[in-house]
């Protein structure tokens, strides 16, 4: 394990999801999910969002396309205050979500907005 990655992605990790939701997660590590998280923090958050090549609120808005595209709603969630942290807007929220519905289809579309309206409500942004 390269432990800069590591440490690169706890933070980046911390920064985006936020260190409350991210401290909770990690203290449910154990022996049978501790390579699992190592991985996520190196890799997926270290390596990839490490990169500064796309900023964090772009990849944030790339990862609310796919995650509604693939269905994953609990992390679409997650990941919509995730995109609200790194900057996306209500407009370009909006923007996002017209463009989910058109190429991941309506269905999706009008999940993504239901859960938008619960996760803006709650944040305040209603």
């Given at each position: ?62 990862n ?49 907005f ?10 305040g942004?209603?």
């Amino acid at each position: 394990m390269d432990k800069a990655l590591w440490d690169k992605g706890m933070a980046a990790r911390k920064k985006t999801l936020g260190a409350e939701y991210v401290e909770k997660s990690m203290s449910t590590v154990d022996d049978f999910n501790q390579e699992w998280q190592d991985m996520l923090n190196e890799f997926c958050w270290g390596k990839v969002w490490g990169d500064d090549r796309i900023p964090a609120k772009t990849r944030s808005m790339m990862n609310l396309t796919m995650l509604a595209a693939l269905g994953r709603m609990h992390e679409w969630e997650l990941h919509l205050n995730g995109a609200l942290n790194n900057g996306v807007t209500k407009e370009e929220l909006k923007a996002i979500l017209h463009q989910i519905g058109i190429y991941a289809g309506f269905p999706a579309g009008v999940e993504c907005f239901r859960i938008a309206r619960k996760v803006l409500k709650e944040r305040g942004m209603a």
